[in-house]
């Protein structure tokens, strides 16, 4: 099979014929039809991922595609059918190996591509939203980097769960996005201050006020301004650190304002709370194929290009969802 192979952490990945897989007990074998692009892919390569391979490995976190083979013990798919899957690394190539426990067979109506794009991206987001920072009708949520792959499913997710959306984004383009996709106030950080367009926004009769809920995958100068702008008892959910830089929470603040940082790692979090995991995954396939959310591809990518698409996400030029075509004949 074609695969983009790294070798060692901090090397670029090789365009190589790698040997087919085969599928032990537990496991499923996917011919990868599609395979979505997330800043963690850039996190592994370097050996900065909370998951660190051993040996050569490929690069990819979520896909889409067919079952060629199961192992034993498997037996909620078969060859031949229709799946999306979460595997440890290994999406940037034409077939996959992953344990049977995160392979999910795909509904009537949802394609590859759409597939690929929505796992970890929505996923983050409705789990974070919902099931971490609870949440409710009525509170306002503060999303940065929401013309970006996750911020975007940010938007969405917090609008259907009731919530007022204050959206950031650089540029008029990428504010344009995050307004089309829902959000209520847009600012764009190029320039206007966070914190005192938040306190604008939330300050009826000139009293400041603040969020609730900050969705933060930016963290660095952006993080620093949010805890700025919050309201009393607010939950700021700490998603990634696209920035580069890893905030240094001063406690003063939390004590003083009673504001809880809530740290979030979609992939432990489905393995430490396989029920939940299961219930909103659901929620999330019910809502996808009702079209109450949709993920926007803006742009997908042949298998041998997928360098291309991981430079995007690196410079920050990239808009809603990247998505890698891993099949053979297109």
């Known amino acids: 099979m074609k695969a983009w192979i790294c070798n060692a952490f901090g090397e670029e990945p ?18 990868v039809a599609a395979c979505g692009v997330n800043f963690a892919d850039t996190l592994i390569l370097l050996g900065k991922y909370q998951k660190r391979p051993e040996g050569p490995f490929s690069p990819g976190f979520e896909v889409s595609g067919t079952v060629r083979a199961v192992g034993d013990g498997v037996t909620h798919v078969k060859p031949g059918d229709a799946v999306m899957a979460l595997p440890d690394w290994g999406g940037y190539a034409e077939q996959v190996i992953v344990d049977g426990s995160l392979v999910i067979p795909l509904p009537n109506g949802v394609g ?14 409705w789990f974070a939203l919902k099931y971490r920072a609870d949440v409710k009708p009525g509170e306002v949520v503060l999303v940065h980097g929401a013309a970006g792959g996750v911020g975007l499913t940010a938007v969405e997710c917090a609008k259907l769960l009731g919530a007022t959306v204050i959206a950031t984004a650089g540029g008029a383009d990428k504010c344009q996005i995050a307004r089309d996709h829902g959000a209520d106030y847009v600012i764009d950080y190029k320039s206007e201050n966070i914190r005192d367009r938040v306190l604008e926004i939330t300050s009826p009769l000139g009293k400041p006020k603040g969020v609730d ?22 939950r700021m959910l700490l998603i990634g650190f696209a920035s580069g830089t890893v905030p240094q929470i001063p406690a003063n603040i939390l004590l003083v304002k009673n504001v809880t940082a809530i740290g979030f790692y979609f992939g432990a979090y489905l393995e430490q709370n396989p029920d939940i995991a299961q219930a909103g995954m659901a929620e999330l396939l019910d809502r996808l194929k009702s079209g109450a959310i949709r993920p926007m591809i803006s742009h997908v990518y042949r298998l041998e290009d997928a360098m291309d698409a991981l430079a995007s996400i690196r410079d920050r030029s990239a808009t809603g969802k990247l998505v890698i075509d891993c099949r053979k004949n297109r």
Not at 14 to 31: C, K, S, Y
Not at 119 to 124: C, E, L, N, R, V
């Open 213 to 234: 809920v900050v969705y933060d995958p930016v963290g660095g100068d952006v993080f620093d301004q949010s805890l700025r702008c919050v309201a009393p008892g607010a």
């Open 14 to 31: 090789q365009w190589i014929d790698a040997p087919g897989p085969v599928a032990g007990p537990g496991e499923v074998l996917i011919d």
């Open 112 to 125: 590859f591509e759409q597939a690929a794009a929505f796992q970890i991206a929505y996923g983050t987001s």
